[in-house]
């Protein structure tokens, strides 16, 4: 089994800066794409920034040149830096991450359990 635990949430001033973590540990053979989504209320979950096992990057236009997703490999772990925050980006925000458990099995995507992140004056 893998988990993931996310941290780093919480209740910011538009402006403000904000830096969530994600560590990912259990039964872990190779972790390949490892990402951050978010769900605002009545939303749809959408995709955030994603970040491969080589270090290629991709963001969803909303946060770009404003948020910066990283990993370091050998902590298993992602963050996700978030500067100039605005009130649109209230929401729950989820890891991901892409898991090969043993050589002979596929790849699965995991879920972290969310975390709050509030943006507001």
């Known amino acids: 089994q893998v988990q993931l635990v996310e941290s780093g949430g919480g209740l910011v001033q538009p402006g403000g800066s904000l830096r969530l973590s994600c560590a990912a540990s259990?039964?872990?053979?190779?972790?390949?794409?490892m990402g951050w989504y978010r769900q605002a209320p009545g939303k749809q979950r959408e995709s955030v920034a994603t970040?491969?096992?080589?270090?290629?990057?991709n963001y969803a236009d909303s946060v770009k040149g404003r948020f910066t997703i990283s990993r370091d490999n050998a902590k298993k772990t992602v963050y996700l830096q978030m500067n100039s925050l605005k009130p649109e980006d209230t929401a729950v925000y989820y890891c991901?991450?892409?898991?090969?458990?043993?050589?002979?099995?596929?790849?699965?995507?995991?879920w972290g359990q969310g975390t709050q992140v509030t943006v507001s004056s």
């Open positions: 259990g039964r872990i053979y190779m972790l390949y794409d």
């Open positions: 970040i491969s096992s080589g270090g290629t990057t």
């Open positions: 991901n991450a892409d898991v090969r458990s043993t050589s002979v099995t596929l790849r699965h995507p995991y």
